[in-house]
């Protein structure tokens, strides 16, 4: 509690002012250990004897009384906890698994450099969980510097944390706030957030979900087509931290339509993701940087754009293996030009159901060879 609230509530709570000495400064409060004193989760000192300063009058002191009612004054407590008995909360948009010893370096060094962790985690107590007593809901990245650390050579580092009282959807909006802020928290990681968020909190409403967040509703629209991008695709980037909005919204806008007109690019698309999985690996194997978000982005749009020969085509088909098989070059009163593509993979009872469908598609469009 800050010295402002401290000396607030200590005029507040204290006796008639006309019967006491002036005030002695109160003393500051410190964080304590969980299970510290007869009440675990009294994080303060007790209060200094009660002491009013001669202005307080009775009227005022009721004026306080009323705006403690209303919720203006609070105390936040404050705990040194053992990160091991607070588990992380799964609506936190950082993705948990990218944590590591050199993603965390900079915080390690600055809470070794500092003689400890300076600014506090918020949690919420939990009841259902015999293995932890609290739930992380902003500060992952201290939560694993500090755990690592124990684990480390300083087993006696405790988790600095504020305790609040948070339903899920305040505690949301609460480590979104946080992570706004965090260069280190990707778009796409903030993109899936956004999106369970959406269904568990908000009904799938979006105006309602961008009211309470207050973003543009046209921000969050996008936001939530690149929450979208299929795992096929997300793998071909070198990592998370990749994907972000302005790279890679045309993406997700592509993916989406093409899913729903064209297959066949998509199968094309997905190939290509594959060879740039395959390209990151051997990048990463040989030190060398992997390729930026801009270059997988448009590698995966070009691949999607069918060869000179398909765009001139007007009927085209692949194979079950997703490869080129047959197109139909042209058709007149002369006849139709059919090409059967090298190295599909199609047997020959496949290509004769191919040459069918582009008979049968021929037909629809008034050039049936045989009318």
């Known amino acids: ?49 009660a002491r009013t300063s001669p202005g307080m009058t009775l009227l005022a ?76 809901i902003a500060g992952t990245r201290r939560h694993w510097s500090i755990s690592w650390l124990r684990a480390n050579s300083y087993p006696d580092l405790q988790l600095l944390a504020q305790v609040h009282t948070l339903d899920d959807e305040s505690a949301f909006r609460l480590a979104d706030l ?30 309602r ?4 967040l207050n973003l543009s509703k046209g921000w969050l629209s996008k936001m939530l087509l690149v929450a979208d991008i299929p795992d096929w695709a997300v793998s071909a980037f070198s990592g998370l931290g990749d994907i972000q909005l302005k790279a890679c919204y045309p ?13 066949a690019a998509l199968k094309r698309m997905q190939k290509e993701a594959v060879r740039l999985k395959q390209a990151q690996h051997a990048r990463l194997a040989d030190g060398v940087p992997g390729l930026t978000a801009a270059e997988v982005s448009d590698a995966l749009l070009k691949a999607a754009q069918p060869s000179s020969q398909e765009q001139e085509s007007l009927f085209a088909a692949d194979s079950v293996h997703g490869r080129r098989a047959l197109s139909v070059l042209s058709a007149n009163r002369n006849g139709a030009t059919l090409r059967i593509h090298a190295g599909s993979g199609a047997s020959d009872a496949e290509l004769l159901g191919l040459v069918e469908r582009a008979l049968a598609f021929l037909r629809t469009q008034g050039r049936g060879v045989a009318e």
């Open 1 to 49: 509690m800050s010295k402002r609230q401290s000396d607030y509530l200590n005029s507040l709570l204290g006796p008639d002012p006309g019967a006491m000495e002036p005030a002695a400064e109160p003393v500051a409060s410190t964080p304590q250990p969980a299970g510290a004193g007869s009440n675990p989760g009294d994080a303060s000192p007790p209060l200094p004897s």
């Open 61 to 136: 002191r009721e004026s306080a009384l009323a705006r403690v009612a209303a919720g203006e004054v609070k105390q936040v407590t404050q705990l040194l906890l053992n990160p091991a008995r607070v588990r992380v909360w799964g609506g936190n948009a950082r993705h948990q698994q990218s944590l590591n010893e050199a993603s965390c370096r900079d915080l390690i060094d600055s809470i070794l450099a500092e003689g400890g962790q300076k600014v506090p985690v918020v949690v919420r107590r939990v009841t259902d969980d015999p293995e932890h007593d609290y739930e992380l």
């Open 251 to 263: 993406l997700a806008q592509r993916i989406k339509t093409l899913s729903q007109s064209d297959p």
């Open 178 to 207: 946080e992570n706004r802020a965090r260069k280190d928290v990707s778009d796409f990681e903030r993109a899936r957030n956004y999106r369970d968020a959406l269904r568990s909190y908000y009904g799938d409403r979006q105006v």
């Open 209 to 212: 979900m961008a009211e309470r």
